[in-house]
């Protein structure tokens, strides 16, 4: 059974960086869509970037372009979200997630949540102002 499992997660200052992982178990992420969405206390869930199977296409939200990279090593089986100059309002529980339904997908919607069917428990980002 698969398992993603997010790390890097902790306190930062405004205006610093994190790495956030992805690792997956269970299966391998080479060619599946993946993606990172996060959610504030009292927030819906939100897209913050995607990556196509191949790694050609990736996709994120106005709020964090320019900001955010998002990559995958797929020998690691691992997806990363580089997360830089960070604002207070970054701070959120992050979640990685898989679209396993399709392999190969140049379909998925990368910025609905119920385009994925695979999710992590979440690591916590907090930002100090």
């Known amino acids: 059974q698969a398992q993603l499992v997010e790390s890097g997660g902790g306190l930062v200052q405004a205006g610093g960086s994190l790495r956030l992982s992805c690792a997956a178990s269970g299966r391998t992420v080479s060619g599946y869509s993946m993606g990172w969405f996060r959610q504030a206390p009292g927030k819906e869930r939100e897209f913050v970037a995607g990556i196509s199977w191949s790694g050609g296409r990736t996709y994120y939200a106005d709020s964090v372009k320019g900001r955010f990279t998002i990559s995958r090593d797929n020998a690691k089986n691992t997806v990363y979200l580089q997360m830089n100059s960070l604002k207070p309002e970054d701070a959120a529980v992050y979640y990685c997630?898989?679209?396993?339904?399709?392999?190969?997908?140049?379909?998925?919607?990368?910025?609905?949540?119920?385009?994925?069917?695979?999710w992590g428990q979440g690591t916590q980002v907090t930002v100090s102002s």
């Open positions: 997630a898989a679209d396993w339904a399709q392999k190969q997908s140049y379909y998925t919607d990368y910025r609905q949540a119920a385009a994925y069917n695979d």
